[in-house]
């Protein structure tokens, strides 16, 4: 049935839209709402209130032209895709419930949502790591290459790469510092050399052989996700969404989500099984160890700084975390050959 296009943010607010959730309305109240991240969208709490009782509902608004990370990525309002035809048919049970309606124009968009907070993974379950694995695995083997080229909107694997360097973070005040001390650290651990072809690496598919791609997240973790059960995790912010390996959200999540004693190698294998099965068939060790390298590399260039700001380097697992990544990365990093 797909989600309901709005043709203004009035009619998204208005009596007849809410209707379609909220019956014999009375009043309603708007409450901004404080977030933190990297994106400079607005969310705001509405309280709908009837004769009987109230209802929560939350509407995200996007000026693209505001939004520092909407203008580096040069987002045109990303987060719909996932209403399109050809995409909204087999992400729909990965967005059940969350979605009302939305409202889109040149410079903005506008997102009605139901109040799914009871259900967001980083207040509860966020150690369920399989269960994440596997619905990121189920999600991933929805897509192929060709159901997402067409989508022009979406990152590209160079898009990812140079997400969030440094010059794009130091942009932002509250990440500046954080964000310097980081990369400082991470060019002091890779050594000159190989921080500089780090640095200036580009046409990345043209220096890797074949590898299959799909939809990806691009920033799958339990702040993003919607924990019904272990069968059942949505995902909700799509803002960050693109065509590329499915390892690069596999290394992501892994990144930023997975607690340092964790062994990672065994969540990588749970994970690919899970994918396999999944899609029906197993990869070669060739385009595997490609989806890995490629994971890998996007995840660590993404993420890798803020990963060694924020770690304690006091701790002895924090810092067996960080060597595996970094001990992984100067893996891929030497076998480059640079085309």
């Known amino acids: 049935m797909g989600i309901y296009k709005a043709s203004s943010l009035k009619e998204l607010l208005s009596k007849e839209v809410l209707n379609n959730v909220v019956d014999d309305i009375k009043d309603m109240k708007i409450y901004s709402i404080d977030t933190s991240g990297l994106s400079g969208s607005k969310m705001y709490k509405l309280k709908i209130n ?33 209403f399109k035809d050809g995409i909204f048919n087999k992400i729909e049970e990965f967005i059940k419930d969350v979605y009302i309606a939305y409202y889109e124009n040149s410079d903005c968009y506008a997102i009605l949502m139901n109040d799914m907070s009871d259900f967001i993974g980083s207040e509860k379950n966020s150690d369920d790591y399989y269960a994440y694995l596997d619905n990121l695995a189920k999600f991933h083997a929805k897509f192929s290459e ?21 010059e794009k973070l130091n942009q932002v005040e509250e990440f500046k510092e954080d964000n310097c001390y980081g990369w400082k650290k991470l060019r002091e651990f890779l050594g000159e050399d190989r921080y500089k072809k780090y640095c200036k690496f580009e046409n990345v598919d043209q220096n890797f052989s074949y590898y299959p791609k799909t939809f990806v997240h691009g920033d799958y973790r339990p702040d993003n996700a919607l924990y019904i059960d272990k069968d059942d995790v949505r995902f909700i912010d799509w803002a960050n969404s693109g065509c590329g390996p499915c390892t690069l959200d596999l290394f992501w999540y892994l990144m930023s989500s997975v607690d340092n004693k ?78």
């Open 50 to 82: 009837t004769n009987d009782n109230s209802k929560n509902l939350y509407l995200k608004v996007n000026n693209l032209k505001e939004d520092w990370l909407a203008r580096v990525s040069n987002d045109k309002g990303r987060e719909l895709t996932i």
């Open 146 to 166: 060709h159901d997402i080229l067409r989508y022009k909107s979406l990152l590209s694997v160079e898009d990812y790469y140079y997400f969030l360097t440094e």
């Open 262 to 339: 964790v062994d990672k190698i065994d969540l990588i294998y749970y994970y690919k099984e899970s994918l396999e099965k999944n899609l029906g068939y197993s990869f070669t060790k060739k385009t595997w160890d490609t989806l890995t390298r490629v994971g890998v590399l996007c995840a660590c260039r993404m993420f890798l700084p803020a990963l060694i700001s924020r770690s304690n380097l006091n701790d002895k697992f924090a810092i067996y975390n960080l060597q595996w990544w970094l001990e992984s990365l100067i893996i891929i990093l030497d076998d480059l050959k640079i085309k």
